[in-house]
């Protein structure tokens, strides 16, 4: 069976993926919404990414639409969700940042439930309140955590213990699948944490890219000396905003807990490394260079 599947990745702004070829049954297809948080549309092989691999991705994408001229209605993470669910703008759905979601707001999910979908909801919800419209919910409480996460439901919580939790998602999203009724199309919302920051990979993945050099994106250097002030005003540059928790530096040794915690947040402007046996202190465009490997190559 083939299901319509609908995949939304988001980084700064919201950036659409793919809507595959609808269900061959007839009547109403099944709704499989996939949504991955923080990166570029080319991270995405279809989207022309340099340094992953999306074989699957790309076959949805070319086997059903790629969309390429898409905007986010809000790019940030909260108000973006709830602009999603409710098809409103943020000064209409009532979450213009990080304030709680007004469970009783019609959503995409009631109004697919009340046309007889069967109707779930896994992995980062990140509004606040319990998801309303889903027959079953399992969700990450905020931002959750990757490795053994906590999940809630509508009856408690549970801790997958040694888990890693883009796997729990997926194998939520499966169990879903496999137990909905079989008498009614079904409307799925499978929303992933990963790659959001602070980037920690699954084991099995985390030195995938340690021994590559990552080639740096066209717009590398752009000072954005043209650009609004929004941009002038973020913090997401790799120059000037990564952490040393960011770049996975090791603290010095001897620090407290209040100590480490100041540390973990500092954004080196020079960093020693040990190379071909000797030590060199890197600033400058040297040190930016190396952040940026450092960055897409060491995630643990």
Same mark, same amino acid.
């Given at each position: 069976m083939k299901f319509l599947a609908v995949g939304l990745f988001m980084a700064v702004t919201l950036l659409p993926s793919s809507v595959v070829?609808?269900?061959?049954?007839?009547?109403?297809?099944?709704?499989?919404?996939?949504? +991955?948080?923080?990166?570029?549309?080319?991270?995405i092989g279809a989207y022309?990414? *340099?340094? &992953?691999?999306?074989?699957?991705?790309? *076959?949805?994408? /070319?086997?059903? @639409?790629?969309?390429?001229?898409?905007?986010?209605? &809000?790019?940030?993470? +909260?108000?973006?969700? =709830?602009?999603?669910?409710?098809?409103?703008?943020?000064?209409? &759905?009532?979450?213009?940042?990080?304030n709680r979601f007004d469970s009783s707001r019609m959503t995409v999910a009631r109004l697919l439930q009340q046309g007889g979908y069967h109707t779930g909801m896994v992995g980062k919800w990140h509004l606040g309140s319990d998801p309303v419209g889903f027959h079953r919910w399992e969700i990450l409480p905020g931002q959750g955590a990757y490795r053994d996460p906590?999940?809630?439901?509508? +009856?408690?919580?549970?801790? !997958?213990?040694? *888990?890693?939790? +883009? %796997?729990?998602?997926? %194998?939520?999203?499966?169990?879903?699948?496999?137990?909905?009724? *079989? %008498?009614?199309?079904?409307?799925?919302?499978?929303?992933?944490? =990963?790659?959001?920051?602070?980037?920690?990979?699954?084991?099995?993945?985390? @030195?995938?890219? =340690?021994?590559?050099?990552?080639?740096?994106?066209?717009?590398?250097?752009?000072? !954005?000396?043209?650009?609004? %002030?929004?941009?002038?005003?973020?913090?997401? /540059?790799?120059?000037?905003?990564?952490t040393n928790r960011d770049l996975k530096l090791t603290p010095p040794p001897g620090l407290d807990a209040q100590d480490l915690a100041k540390w973990l947040v500092l954004k080196p402007d020079a960093v020693t490394i040990v190379r071909d046996g000797k030590s060199v202190t890197l600033t400058g465009d040297s040190l930016v260079r190396w952040k940026y490997q450092r960055y897409m190559q060491r995630s643990v």
């Open positions: 070829a609808q269900s061959q049954r007839a009547g109403r297809p099944n709704i499989i919404y996939i949504m +991955t948080d923080d990166h570029a549309a080319h991270a022309g990414s *340099r340094v &992953n691999q999306t074989p699957h991705l790309d *076959r949805l994408a /070319r086997e059903g @639409a790629l969309l390429t001229s898409v905007f986010a209605t &809000n790019a940030i993470c +909260t108000p973006s969700r =709830a602009a999603i669910l409710t098809g409103q703008y943020s000064h209409l &759905n009532g979450v213009t940042m990080f906590v999940f809630y439901t509508a +009856t408690g919580e549970k801790t !997958y213990t040694g *888990r890693y939790a +883009t %796997d729990v998602i997926t %194998d939520l999203a499966l169990e879903f699948i496999e137990n909905r009724p *079989r %008498d009614k199309p079904f409307f799925l919302m499978m929303h992933h944490k =990963a790659p959001h920051r602070p980037w920690e990979p699954s084991e099995s993945h985390a @030195a995938h890219f =340690a021994t590559q050099r990552i080639p740096e994106p066209v717009t590398f250097w752009d000072s !954005y000396a043209t650009r609004t %002030d929004a941009l002038h005003e973020n913090q997401q /540059r790799v120059a000037a905003d990564l």
